[in-house]
């Protein structure tokens, strides 16, 4: 049964568990009915949303768990919007996530790593839905052929088009500020989906026996301080002056450098132990190499939502940034609010364009 971590604290927008769930299981489906509750004008809509997601991620993590014994390793024979390699089970996710979505008319239009323009999903009846998707199907995948945790990034935005149209792509161009709500699947050691609607951070881990995510961990609050660092160190010798600063200060501090190459795994940990994830700009992505849409937004509004901080390296705040592209990319530095401040200071003293 999963057991749910104390919160040691709790903001008046959390979702007042304590009310309704005491330490019973609780499902996602029952948290999500419970959570359309709390929203006075909530359709119902973005609940159906949620609960397809949830649907979609069972369904990646049994093919996830059993990937190294069925023919869906190894690379299928195209690419994605981003040029890289396509895994198979980069297109089964994609495919899935697609077909739960398609099945339930409650989002108008997605938009994918894996695709390379915008994907309109026909009305079901009458209706006409509100709401545009856009996901990272399977973040990470490079790892999967050798057994290393990879997640599904999720971004839920109202459109803006006119609903008796098709949608467009003013309706994906949109600030992370927008977001309606956003989440991760982690397919690891255990599978764990954590997602935000504005009103706190919640964590629902699979439980296998029963085919339910339960809630696992409450209200989730990230460390204000960390121990921790996540970067690809590799890339040390071509990262701009003012980051070859911070990642020394980091080193000197005896921090631990951890970094999983699966950023779902390394948003996670510190999520939960504290610590700063940085993707700064370097000679092969000199605008950083996550997108931003589908990546660091809905990532930033998860960490923002626990008390964390994300921004460019540019020092912008990556929720405030106008999108311009649906694949483009963006630098990150992501974490506890105590260390991106440190990298913040670093910045400002160091870099040689004007901030
Ligand atoms: P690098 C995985 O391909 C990914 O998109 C993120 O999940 C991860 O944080 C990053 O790229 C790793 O990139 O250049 O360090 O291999």
Same mark, same amino acid.
């Given at each position: 049964m999963a057991t749910t971590k104390k919160n040691t604290t709790t903001t008046? =927008? =959390?979702?007042?568990?304590? !009310?309704? !769930?005491?330490n019973r299981i609780v499902t996602l489906d029952e948290f999500i009915i419970r959570s359309e509750k709390d929203f006075e004008y909530a359709t119902g809509e973005l609940t159906g949303l949620l609960r397809d997601i949830g649907v979609a991620a069972k369904i990646i993590n049994r093919e996830v768990n059993k990937a190294g014994l069925v023919n869906i390793l190894g690379v299928a024979d195209n690419q994605n919007a981003s040029g890289e390699e396509q895994k198979k089970l980069d297109v089964y996710a994609n495919d899935k996530l697609i077909e739960c979505l398609q099945n339930s008319g409650e989002c108008c239009a997605i938009a994918s790593e894996e695709n390379d323009d915008i994907l309109n999903i026909p009305p079901i009846g009458s209706k006409s839905s509100h709401y545009v998707v856009m996901f990272? +199907?399977?973040?990470?995948?490079?790892?999967i052929d050798v057994n290393v945790s990879v997640g599904t990034i999720f971004a839920i935005y109202r459109r803006k088009s006119p609903s008796d149209q098709p949608a467009n792509l003013s309706d994906f161009? &949109?600030?992370?500020? &927008? &977001?309606v709500a956003a989440g991760y699947v982690l397919y690891g050691t255990s599978t764990i989906l954590v997602y935000t609607t504005g009103r706190g951070v919640n964590g629902f881990t699979l439980d296998p026996s029963i085919g339910e995510f339960c809630l696992s961990h409450r209200n989730m609050r990230i460390p204000e301080h960390g121990q921790f660092y996540s970067v690809n160190q590799g890339y040390y010798s071509k990262f701009d002056l003012e980051m070859r600063r911070y990642i020394d200060h980091c080193s000197d501090q005896n921090y631990g450098l951890r970094y999983i190459g699966s950023m779902v795994s390394d948003i996670h940990r510190i999520l939960i132990h504290g610590g700063i994830f940085l993707y700064p700009s370097t000679? $092969?992505? +000199?605008?950083? $190499?996550?997108?931003?849409?589908?990546?660091?937004n809905p990532l930033s509004m998860i960490v923002e939502q626990a008390g964390g901080r994300a921004i460019n390296t540019q020092l912008k705040r990556i929720l405030e940034l106008e999108p311009t592209e649906l694949h483009q990319r963006s630098t990150i530095a992501i974490g506890s609010p105590a260390l991106v401040n440190e990298l913040q200071a670093f910045i400002e003293r160091y870099s040689a364009l004007p901030i």
């Open positions: 008046p =927008d =959390d979702v007042n568990l304590n !009310a309704w !769930a005491g990272d +199907p399977l973040d990470g995948s490079s790892n161009l &949109q600030s992370g500020i &927008q &977001q000679r $092969k992505f +000199p605008r950083g $190499k996550l997108r931003l849409l589908y990546e660091c």
